[in-house]
């Protein structure tokens, strides 16, 4: 009797379980993706792709068609919230090109994420698979889901956010706490600027004591611009992910900001409120046959715009641990990936809940210009 082909299921389909399934694919691994949404839907807001990031898409055959679509700015601008002043020019466009090996570009998540799923094996994808349950038993891990089919897979990889069902079954039931700030979203249609007589610039954070403004646009066409906060915020006690907000709420809480920021308020015409929530630091990264990544592993504010780009050097940093091991000795896989992950995730994430990353003329090139497949492994012990 022939033995069975060795399986990975990677549960959650956002940008980093995408990632790591396209990847391990392509490096000739059986891997099925499971995603509990019942369908893909242009979700989501905006995101900043670096060419840290870009350089992981390159491999997976991504790169081009996302630069076809996207936003690239020449700037990363931090202006002063009332004058306006600019309080760092942080060139991108070609001059990242250059020294740090790719574009850097804004886009909207949905259609990054759309583009991902379009490069993974078909019928590897499977919507509306809830995880119920989930089983390490000698040789397999079994997987439950809410609509009564099971799954085996060899291992498993979490990558189901910071409200993960693989982390809760490795560390036990903790519900992840608020850190006191909040997330203001909305995207405004290009043609509503247009009656404005200001300049909206490609990429611009708005600073003052206590709270931002982050706007860029999401599109080449220029057509969809974005804007997020971070906001302090009392404590947090509503259900859900997030509430709706208002023009009103955000005029109250930027009234001081720049006429700039004013014109964008006025432009909204649906504004949203998300908590942002934190986790401690994790024990562990992995246990037995299962192993975590992203929002699952090392949650972060979304202040240095790089939650998600971590996600996706943990993919590619955990697929390359993998090529490296053969699937048959994951445990040595696993070491490696934390070994090699935890310094960098650890540190991007303290910059990015701390919020200084840019507010400052700064040489970024320790986060855009790192380049994950030139680094030599370092050995499992390091960790």
């Known amino acids: 009797m022939m033995s069975k082909q060795p399986r990975i ?98 886009v909207h998540r949905g259609d990054l ?12 994808l499977h919507f509306g698979k809830c995880l119920s349950g989930i089983e390490e038993r000698d040789n397999d891990v079994e997987l439950r889901f809410v609509d009564g089919t099971i799954t085996h897979a060899d291992i498993v990889i979490g990558a189901d956010g910071i409200n993960s069902r693989i982390r809760e079954h490795l560390l036990g039931v903790e519900a992840p706490t ?79 900001y720049h006429p700039i920021v004013q014109a964008l308020i006025e432009s909204s015409e649906q504004v949203t409120k998300w908590p942002l929530l934190n986790r401690k630091p994790l024990p562990l990264w992995s246990e037995g046959r299962m192993v975590l990544l992203g929002d699952a592993c090392h949650p972060m504010k979304p202040h240095m715009a790089q939650g998600a780009a971590m996600a996706i050097e943990d993919a590619a940093m955990l697929a390359r641990c993998l090529q490296e091991t053969g699937l048959g000795d994951y445990r040595t896989a696993f070491q490696l990936y934390e070994a090699n992950r935890k310094e960098r995730a650890s ?11 840019l507010r400052s003329q700064e040489d970024p090139a320790w986060v855009y210009g790192y380049d994950l497949y030139s680094q030599a492994l370092k050995s499992e012990n390091a960790a």
């Open 9 to 106: 299921a990677v549960v959650g389909a956002g940008l980093g379980g995408a990632a790591a399934t396209a990847l391990l694919q392509k490096a000739g691994f059986t891997v099925d993706l499971y995603e509990q949404s019942p369908a893909f839907s242009r979700l989501g807001a905006g995101i900043h792709m670096g060419p840290n990031v870009l350089k992981i898409f390159r491999r997976i055959g991504i790169e081009q068609p996302l630069e076809q679509m996207a936003s690239h700015p020449d700037f990363w601008f931090s202006r002063d919230a009332e004058s306006g002043d600019y309080l760092s020019r942080i060139p991108l466009g070609d001059f990242a090109r250059k020294e740090y090996g790719a574009a850097y570009v804004t």
């Open 113 to 124: 994420q759309a583009l991902q799923l379009e490069a993974l094996q078909p019928g590897t």
């Open 178 to 256: 608020y850190s006191g700030w909040v997330a203001h979203r909305a995207l405004i249609r290009g043609e509503k600027l247009a009656k404005y007589n200001l300049t909206f610039e490609d990429c611009v954070k708005w600073w003052s004591e206590d709270r931002h403004l982050m706007v860029y646009y999401t599109t080449k066409r220029r057509d969809e611009y974005y804007y997020v906060s971070g906001v302090p915020h009392p404590a947090w006690d509503f259900k859900g992910s997030f509430i709706d907000s208002s023009r009103e709420e955000m005029f109250a809480t930027f009234a001081n």
């Open 347 to 357: 540190r991007v994430q303290a910059v990015s809940n701390a919020n200084t990353f």
